[in-house]
């Protein structure tokens, strides 16, 4: 079982659509917890950090859940250049390195 | 400020050869990491270091791969001698040793083709 888990897509959906993605991993030693975005053949970006309150900035929303061990991330009002793969990310207590999940691709259409 | 640099972009070589990347941190970052995507897998974990010391290199595949930090600045990952599943794009990342969370900054990685 991977330790991070999304759901590959790809979803497709229309310009000013509400889309969200879930993500679910299997450490419950996990610390940090972050949604990175990724163009093709580019290199990952960082979208923003999850916190346990929940977090928002723009028309992205993201949420823990540790009871349940898994991370969200809500886009509002999806705009074309939101097209590209969202990669869930996490670390562990102790540890620096990053667990990457392989990330869910989304296509905005007009 | 300038952002995670890495060279080459591109390199493709034979089995057998090696080869020599190169990643520059962003400026005040003591943490330095490499990591690894291997076509159709997720991106993957190599090693992190402090300034100059490694500090994590669990996920290091074999002994043919070498990562230096000489003076704590710019790293280089060695490949010797590559082989066809080391072909990939490597990625350089860079945090700050400050607070809770280490958010890490990509570099755009090296695409790396062993034929």
């Known amino acids: 079982r991977k330790e991070v888990e999304q759901d590959p897509g790809p979803f497709n959906v229309p310009e000013g659509a509400t889309v969200a993605f879930n993500c679910t991993y299997s450490?419950?030693?996990?610390?940090?917890f972050f949604w990175y975005r990724q163009d093709c053949r580019k290199e990952p970006k960082l979208l923003m950090s999850?916190?346990?309150s929940g977090n928002e900035d723009g028309r992205f929303t993201a949420q823990l859940n540790r009871a349940s061990q898994y991370i969200s991330l809500l886009i509002r009002d999806s705009k074309l250049s939101d097209s590209a793969t969202y990669l869930c990310?996490?670390?562990?207590?102790?540890?620096?390195?990053?667990?990457f999940g392989t990330g869910t691709r989304l296509l905005v259409s007009p | 400020e300038a952002g995670v640099t890495q060279f080459p972009s591109h390199s493709v070589i034979e089995k057998g050869q090696t080869v020599t990347l190169r990643c520059d941190p962003i400026?005040?970052?003591?943490?330095l990491y490499w990591y690894r995507r291997v076509m159709g897998k997720e991106i993957k974990f190599l090693l992190h270091?402090?300034?100059?010391?490694?500090?994590?290199e669990s996920g290091m595949p074999n002994n043919r791969f070498l990562a230096e930090r000489t003076g704590g600045t710019y790293s280089t990952l060695k490949v010797q001698p590559a082989e066809l599943e080391d072909s990939g794009v490597y990625f350089c990342?860079?945090?700050?040793?400050?607070?809770?969370?280490?958010?890490?900054?990509f570099g755009p990685g090296t695409r790396l083709t062993v034929t």
């Open positions: 990342a860079s945090s700050l040793s400050t607070g809770d969370s280490y958010e890490q900054y």
């Open positions: 450490n419950s030693a996990s610390q940090s």
């Open positions: 999850v916190y346990s």
């Open positions: 990310v996490v670390n562990t207590m102790g540890f620096q390195k990053l667990v």
């Open positions: 400026s005040g970052h003591d943490n």
């Open positions: 270091f402090v300034k100059e010391s490694k500090q994590d």
